[in-house]
């Protein structure tokens, strides 16, 4: 077998067998095929797609490619290890939500997150808006952490599926980002090497999401839901609403004080709306046997009494973070300009494009269009209206949080462009389109 033959035959439409897909892979990881041979394997792929055995194959050999966690030897006997991972959207800081509110009902987290993809923002990008914040933990203090803590978010190690370490560096940057083979295996490889014993999905469909339809969607979340189910894990999938962002806050700090007024309390409907439930799930996977409107309700007291917040500012610095910005967030890093949108006229808000303004905030210097850019983790959109509200001319539509008035007045101009305000009311969009798992989405909780 050989690079070159591997590529033509994807090229070409053929199926990869898992033994081929298995060289590959083995040869990218070990250096021995270069990033444009990488890079072109990964558009054939795009343009010709993965049967479901050839995601699962690579899936596999990704999860494969290093070390595979077990951390039940951390942990008391029985625990379930529960993950969740979203397939990315535009402001969705739900991790930074979620995670201390089940670590707060005694289930320990302990997840690998990632960087920035394209226009959706990475948690580990969000979480570094913390001074002093590191991703960079080995095996040993990984455990620690979860031990003592009973939440840890890490980068992925590069003894942990590095296969998709690689891989996802260079699809952000060769337009290869919105592959379902390449989503799924992305995602279930980095799952499935750290070892969860049941996993959460949250996948995105919209103009702001990879996959733009409910269909789409769907598919993602069956072909993620198989993979894992093969492999032995509890599964469950959400597929929820990106066609507008998800809160208000688009950009690394501002998110990160949109998930503490959140474990406050005081966060936007649609945002809090989410975490509450994909809390309950991540629940549900561990405890099967408990009522889901009893799980809700501990995931709400977790909030009311401080014991969610309390939990991220523990987090924050056993990580090296300064826990001071969770009970100040004003000192996380602030943008020296906010210039505000306003509407060019009176009505109802039709739409708001998602993916423009998640490209507006890489723009601005909140994401990357190279593999290793900077972040500026000042920057944002932070919008006042969503979907279905009734506006007046001159009202701010949104706030630009930019580094100098150059970039937020032409940041102003992209943002106006991304609102569609009309006479016609409408109502707003929904959050939850459906529901993939082991029970029935009668059963879930509202």
Known sequence: MNAVDIIVKKRDGEELTAEEIQFFVDGFVRGEIPDYQ???????????????AETTALTLAMAASGDQLDLHTSLPPGTVIVDKHSSGGVGDKTTLAVAPIVAACGLPVAKMSGRGLSYTGGTIDKLESFHGWTPDLDEERFRRQLQEIGLVIAGQTANLAPADKILYALRDVTGTVPSLP????SIMSKKLAAGADAIVLDVKCGRGAFMETVEDASRLAELMVAIGTRAGRRMTALITQMDQPLGRAVGNALEVKEAIATLQGQGPADFAELVEQVAVEML??????AAPADLQAQVRQTVESGAALAKFRAFVAAQGGDPAQVDEPDRLPQAPVVQPVPASASGYVQAIDPRAIGLTVVDLGGGRHRKGDPIDHRVGVVLQVKVGDSVEAGQPLALVHAADAEAASQAVQRVLA???VGQEAVAPLPLIHGRIGPTSPSDDVR
């Open 38 to 52: 990488v890079a072109a394997w990964a558009m054939a792929v795009y343009f010709q797609g993965m049967t479901e």
């Open 418 to 420: 991304a609102f569609e």
């Open 284 to 289: 549900r996977l561990a405890r099967p046997t």
């Open 182 to 185: 390449l989503i799924a295996s």
